[in-house]
């Protein structure tokens, strides 16, 4: 059979990577893919981009089953279009994506629902925002509306920021997704990402995740779509584990029922875990995406030991029910490689050397490389993930810097410490 990716980052290699490696697969088309991609045995990939496109391509290619990575092809309805024409695709429908496409969606279902999150507000005018911040005082969280490739978010420590943030999203930064700014309050504690599965009906979680969003070493430097994630993450212990379903994901999905949208696909809830008992600590959304994290994705993959057709079978055809994920008891990491210049103003075009060999334990997955003329360039900031499997996650930690070793090409820069927090 054959099997349709869409998106072209390092959550996508991963995927496609293990659907390769799936009984009776004939090829993965990734739409568009990457340098990775590209080069992969079994992994084939194909420049389309509007889901109309897809669509017939899925028509043409006998595509069996399509997974959906990044956010923009949900926004866009491409799940909706496959399923309207009896198509087996793994996302969630527009109405369900704007949980992730519009922060002011999001915050006003997380408040009609009780979902526990920040306090909030929504402006679209410059001067009623600017007087909100001035009440509430720094420091405090700006927010462009729509989808921003994860850099729609300004923590403001100091007033002087906020308004910044403020005039530079209403003032067209971001375009339309900063036409409206959701300004909320500030938030303590230590982030998870939790991932699930749903089907419409069932839900299965993932195991837990953290990424490192800072560009520097001691999370320190401006956010970026995150340098390094790693798998399992110490804090969600079982405790916190049952919390996160029964007061965030469960009323999440129930909720989304009763406003009349049926949720299949992966939901991510990113969680901000304040300080206490774990029984009482506040645990609250930061964020919801509609999609698998990235670069979380990369380390989760490498613990999924099920065989990714059936997995997927069982969630396109409501019978998560039926399924248990089997996870490799190891730890897993993932060092993000970013080109010079990463998040400003990424240069692209050095040549990548070193990239060895791939194997069951470390894998080099690509998200900004393209094949050019024989060789691996970089064609976007995050550039590879590093990715690696340990008995410990300081075993994982050591396997992932010692492959990072070999790897060359100008400017490129990592950060040293992912998983700190798991490690100290
Ligand atoms: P988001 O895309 O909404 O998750 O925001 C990106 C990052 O900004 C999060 O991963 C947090 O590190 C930080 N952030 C977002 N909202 C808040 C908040 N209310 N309080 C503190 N930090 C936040
Ligand atoms: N790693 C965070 C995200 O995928 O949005």
């Given at each position: 059979m054959n099997i349709l990716v869409i998106g072209g980052g390092g959550r996508e290699h991963a995927i496609a990577w293990?659907?390769?490696k799936s009984t009776g697969v004939d090829s993965v088309f990734v739409a568009p893919g990457n340098g990775g991609t590209a080069s992969a045995k079994g992994i084939n990939n194909v420049n389309l981009k509007t889901p109309e496109e897809l669509l017939q391509f899925a028509k043409d290619n006998a595509i069996a089953l399509t997974v959906v990575g990044p956010e923009a092809p949900l926004a866009a309805g491409v799940a909706d279009l496959f399923r309207s024409e009896g198509l087996a695709?793994?996302?969630?429908s527009q109405a369900a994506?704007?949980?992730?496409?519009?922060k002011d969606f999001a915050k006003a279902f997380m408040m009609r629902h009780q979902i526990p999150t920040a306090a909030y507000a929504s402006?679209?005018?410059a001067d009623a925002a600017h007087a909100y911040v001035e009440q509430q005082g720094a420091p405090i969280v700006i927010k462009a509306d729509g989808l921003?490739?994860?850099?729609?978010?300004v923590v403001a420590m100091t007033?002087?920021?906020?308004?910044?943030?403020i005039d530079d999203m209403l003032g067209g930064q971001?375009?339309?997704?900063?036409?409206?700014?959701?300004i909320e309050e500030f938030l303590a504690g230590e982030e998870a990402s939790f991932i699930v599965m749903c089907?419409?009906?069932?839900i299965l979680p993932l195991a837990s995740s953290q990424d490192h969003k800072r560009q520097l070493d001691g999370d320190k430097g401006p956010n970026t779509g995150g340098m390094g994630a790693y798998s399992p993450a110490p804090i969600v212990n079982e405790v916190i584990h049952e919390r996160i379903l029964s007061e965030i994901v469960i009323p999440t999905i129930e909720g989304m029922q009763a406003d009349g949208i049926e949720y299949t696909g992966f939901l991510y809830a990113g969680v901000m875990i304040g300080d206490g008992d774990d029984e009482r600590r506040p645990i609250k959304v930061l964020e919801f995406n509609c999609r698998l994290g990235d670069p979380e994705t990369q380390p989760l993959l490498m613990r999924i030991k099920n065989d990714f057709v059936s997995l997927f079978e069982a969630a396109t055809q409501g019978n998560l029910d039926q399924v248990q994920i089997d996870w490799d008891p190891r730890s897993a990491i993932g060092v993000v490689l970013a080109a010079h210049n990463y998040p400003a103003e990424p240069r692209t075009g050095d040549v990548i050397s070193g990239l060895g060999a791939d194997n069951d334990e470390v894998m080099v997955f690509h998200a900004g490389t393209k094949l050019q003329d024989g060789d691996i360039v970089t064609s976007g900031g995050r550039v590879l993930c590093v990715t690696a499997l340990g008995e410990t996650i300081q075993e994982a930690r050591e396997k992932a810097y010692s492959a990072i070793d070999d790897i060359k090409f100008d400017g490129m820069q990592y950060r040293k410490d992912i998983a700190w927090r798991a490690i100290k």
């Open positions: 293990r659907f390769s695709i793994f996302g969630p994506a704007q949980l992730e496409s519009s402006f679209s005018e921003a490739a994860g850099k729609g978010v007033l002087e920021e906020a308004h910044q943030a971001f375009g339309q997704a900063g036409a409206l700014v959701v089907d419409g009906k069932t």
